[in-house]
Protein backbone atom coordinates (compact mmCIF):
# COMPACT_ATOMS: atom_id res chain seq x y z
CA UNK A 1 0.00 0.00 0.00
CA UNK A 2 1.48 3.72 -1.08
CA UNK A 3 0.84 5.80 1.86
CA UNK A 4 1.27 9.82 2.32
CA UNK A 5 2.27 11.30 5.71
CA UNK A 6 0.62 14.50 5.86
CA UNK A 7 2.80 17.64 7.03
CA UNK A 8 1.04 17.50 10.41
CA UNK A 9 2.46 13.94 11.03
CA UNK A 10 6.23 13.23 12.68
CA UNK A 11 7.46 11.56 9.86
CA UNK A 12 9.42 9.47 12.68
CA UNK A 13 5.85 7.26 12.53
CA UNK A 14 7.17 5.78 8.90
CA UNK A 15 9.05 3.46 10.88
CA UNK A 16 5.75 1.74 12.18
CA UNK A 17 4.27 1.62 8.69
CA UNK A 18 6.84 -0.93 7.72
CA UNK A 19 5.47 -3.34 4.98
CA UNK A 20 4.00 -0.33 3.22
CA UNK A 21 5.36 2.63 1.17
CA UNK A 22 5.34 5.34 3.03
CA UNK A 23 6.51 9.13 1.90
CA UNK A 24 5.66 12.44 3.80
CA UNK A 25 4.65 15.52 2.03
CA UNK A 26 7.96 17.20 2.94
CA UNK A 27 10.27 15.26 0.96
CA UNK A 28 7.67 14.93 -2.24
CA UNK A 29 7.44 18.62 -1.72
CA UNK A 30 3.80 19.25 -1.08
CA UNK A 31 4.65 21.25 1.54
CA UNK A 32 1.85 24.26 2.27
CA UNK A 33 -0.43 22.69 0.23
CA UNK A 34 -4.01 23.21 0.99
CA UNK A 35 -6.19 20.17 1.84
CA UNK A 36 -8.27 20.13 -1.80
CA UNK A 37 -4.92 20.01 -3.67
CA UNK A 38 -3.41 18.24 -1.80
CA UNK A 39 -5.70 14.98 -2.21
CA UNK A 40 -5.69 15.55 -6.09
CA UNK A 41 -2.10 15.28 -6.14
CA UNK A 42 -2.52 12.26 -3.50
CA UNK A 43 -4.76 10.57 -5.99
CA UNK A 44 -2.56 11.45 -8.63
CA UNK A 45 0.52 10.10 -7.41
CA UNK A 46 -0.93 6.90 -6.91
CA UNK A 47 -1.44 7.03 -3.03
CA UNK A 48 -3.86 4.51 -1.63
CA UNK A 49 -4.28 6.08 2.09
CA UNK A 50 -3.25 9.92 3.43
CA UNK A 51 -2.93 9.98 6.49
CA UNK A 52 -3.34 12.85 8.72
CA UNK A 53 -4.19 14.30 12.07
CA UNK A 54 -6.69 17.05 11.03
CA UNK A 55 -9.70 16.15 12.67
CA UNK A 56 -11.68 18.72 10.14
CA UNK A 57 -10.82 17.47 6.99
CA UNK A 58 -13.94 16.04 6.79
CA UNK A 59 -15.45 18.79 7.29
CA UNK A 60 -14.08 20.73 4.49
CA UNK A 61 -13.75 18.72 2.05
CA UNK A 62 -15.79 16.48 -0.10
CA UNK A 63 -14.28 13.04 0.96
CA UNK A 64 -16.00 10.98 -1.75
CA UNK A 65 -14.78 12.42 -5.24
CA UNK A 66 -11.07 11.61 -4.21
CA UNK A 67 -10.57 8.02 -4.98
CA UNK A 68 -8.10 7.70 -1.72
CA UNK A 69 -8.70 6.96 1.61
CA UNK A 70 -8.29 8.90 4.52
CA UNK A 71 -7.11 8.12 8.04
CA UNK A 72 -7.24 10.85 10.51
CA UNK A 73 -5.23 9.55 13.73
CA UNK A 74 -6.54 10.77 17.19
CA UNK A 75 -3.96 12.46 18.99
CA UNK A 76 -3.06 14.93 21.84
CA UNK A 77 0.66 15.97 20.42
CA UNK A 78 2.24 15.13 17.16
CA UNK A 79 5.11 12.80 18.81
CA UNK A 80 5.13 9.27 17.71
CA UNK A 81 4.86 8.18 21.13
CA UNK A 82 1.38 9.09 20.60
CA UNK A 83 0.91 7.02 17.46
CA UNK A 84 2.49 3.44 18.78
CA UNK A 85 -0.80 2.87 20.70
CA UNK A 86 -3.40 2.93 18.08
CA UNK A 87 -0.82 1.27 15.28
CA UNK A 88 -2.89 -2.08 16.36
CA UNK A 89 -6.29 -0.67 15.48
CA UNK A 90 -4.94 0.99 12.77
CA UNK A 91 -3.73 -2.60 10.87
CA UNK A 92 -6.89 -3.86 12.23
CA UNK A 93 -9.11 -1.06 10.67
CA UNK A 94 -6.24 -1.32 7.46
CA UNK A 95 -8.16 -4.27 5.47
CA UNK A 96 -11.36 -2.82 5.16
CA UNK A 97 -10.75 0.59 4.37
CA UNK A 98 -12.28 1.36 1.28
CA UNK A 99 -11.30 5.10 -1.44
CA UNK A 100 -13.31 7.95 -0.87
CA UNK A 101 -13.94 7.68 2.62
CA UNK A 102 -12.33 8.74 5.76
CA UNK A 103 -11.68 6.67 8.96
CA UNK A 104 -10.50 7.83 12.33
CA UNK A 105 -8.00 5.72 14.48
CA UNK A 106 -8.74 6.76 18.20
CA UNK A 107 -7.40 5.25 21.40
CA UNK A 108 -10.45 2.91 23.52
CA UNK A 109 -11.41 4.35 26.33
Known amino acids: ?37 LLSKAVGGGFDLLLT ?16 AIVVFDVMRNKVEEYLPLIDLFYQKLSTMEKGRIYKVTAQV
Open 1 to 37: MKILLDECVTKKLRKALKNHEVHTVTEIGWSGIKNGM
Open 53 to 68: IDRNMEYRQNISAYPT
